[in-house]
């Protein structure tokens, strides 16, 4: 399975053992799971399924570019953008959602540096997007 840049770029670049993606948005077979803003009209664990959805189509994209025997060795830094409509203030919360599904998939270890971002608009309405430099071994 691949993950398909929404662009003119590559979605993992590579410098030795520290790879950098592209932002990685909630898309299932190339579609977003949902659009629009990230706001408090739901409960903040109703997001968890745009973060989890994010973390598989990393994983896929790990898959796609790790060479035999590599492996995740730590997530050095995360750039959570959250699209907010006005007075919504709980990005740090949204961001411990993408967080909690890192753990969930390669273990507590792995979580490095993190920041989060309310932003007026994403890419194609994406409500959350992430970008990730990662180290392997």
Partial sequence: MLVNPQGVYSIVSRNDNVLY???ITPRKDGKLIEEGKINDTREITSYQILADQIIDNLEVALNNTLEDREQ???ILDM?????I?????KISRVADLVSN???RKWG???IGARTA????GLPSNAPLEVK??????
């Fill in 21 to 23: 993606t592209a932002g």
């Fill in 85 to 89: 409509d006005p007075g919504f203030y």
């Fill in 79 to 83: 750039m959570v953008f959250v699209s």
């Fill in 108 to 110: 507590e270890g792995v």
């Fill in 117 to 120: 971002v309310g932003v007026y």
């Fill in 132 to 137: 990730f430099t990662i180290k392997v071994k």
């Fill in 72 to 74: 995740v060795d730590r």
């Fill in 101 to 103: 599904a890192i753990i």
